[in-house]
């Protein structure tokens, strides 16, 4: 069983930077790999990125390519969402994600056994 938390949500004028936390309980975190979806008002749930359980591997949505940085650090059973260069666009509650995923499921919400209660993102214009 792995709880998931997530953190560093808030309010930030476009242009800005924000690093979101996902901290994990459970001794099975490391051998998860790990995704961050987001969800907008009136719109489905949609994959950011996505980290095997290594590290070695990461995955980009095509919308958030050269912005966000996804990365982890099983030492501390935590994994992050570094977003720069915010977009009102951007704006959704973030959701981390974790389980046995693989390259061809990364992108799928079912692929993931465990889920975060959700951090918002506003960007202001």
């Known amino acids: 069983q792995v709880q998931l938390v997530e953190s560093g949500g808030g309010l930030v004028q476009a242009g800005g930077s924000l690093r979101l936390s996902c901290a994990a309980s459970?001794?099975?975190?490391?051998?998860?790999?790990m995704g961050w979806f987001r969800q907008a008002p009136g719109k489905e749930r949609e994959f950011v990125a996505a980290?095997?359980?290594?590290?070695?591997?990461?995955y980009y949505a095509d919308s958030v390519k050269g912005r966000f940085t996804i990365s982890r650090d099983n030492a501390k059973n935590t994994a992050y969402l570094q977003i720069n260069r915010l977009k009102p666009e951007d704006t959704a509650v973030y959701y981390c994600?974790?389980?046995?995923?693989?390259?061809?499921?990364?992108?799928?919400?079912?692929?993931?056994?465990?889920w975060g209660q959700g951090t918002q993102v506003t960007v202001s214009s």
């Open positions: 994600a974790a389980g046995p995923i693989t390259t061809a499921r990364m992108k799928t919400v079912k692929a993931y056994d465990y």
């Open positions: 459970g001794r099975t975190f490391s051998t998860y790999g």
């Open positions: 980290i095997s359980w290594s590290g070695g591997y990461t």
